[in-house]
């Protein structure tokens, strides 16, 4: 399973966020895999953001959950982490992800720089 993610590295700040995640070598609807979208702010260590499963039910982290939502595009096999009103404490780079388990995965993408700035 090879994931890719993609959107854009500038973002304002209070302006919403979408980032996609484009998969191959297999199906996010296939078996039960969680479908993941993990950060790493600058200097810190990383942070767990949500998951989508291959059932299409999501689960997201307590203190994101009020400006996160994961959906997808099972036609285009991607997706996508939307981040609301976004600060510059939301800059990061953000994963893409995949694996048999909740937390722990087994699949990375490469990671994209977002930065929240004026």
């Known amino acids: 399973v090879q994931l890719q993610e993609s959107g854009p590295g500038l973002a304002k700040p209070s302006q919403p966020l979408s980032l996609t995640c484009t998969v191959s070598?297999?199906?996010?609807?296939?078996?039960?895999?969680?479908w993941a979208w993990i950060r790493q702010p600058p200097g810190k260590g990383l942070e767990w953001i949500g998951y989508?499963?291959?059932?299409?039910?999501?689960y997201y982290s307590p203190s994101l959950r009020s400006r996160t939502s994961i959906s997808r595009d099972t036609s285009k096999n991607q997706f996508t982490l939307q981040l609301s009103s976004v600060t510059p404490e939301d800059t990061a780079l953000y994963y893409c992800?995949?694996?048999?388990?909740?937390?722990?995965?087994?699949?990375w993408g490469w990671g994209t720089q977002v930065t929240v700035s004026a």
């Open positions: 070598g297999g199906s996010i609807t296939a078996n039960d895999y969680f």
């Open positions: 992800a995949s694996g048999v388990r909740a937390q722990g995965y087994d699949y």
């Open positions: 989508i499963r291959s059932s299409g039910t999501s």
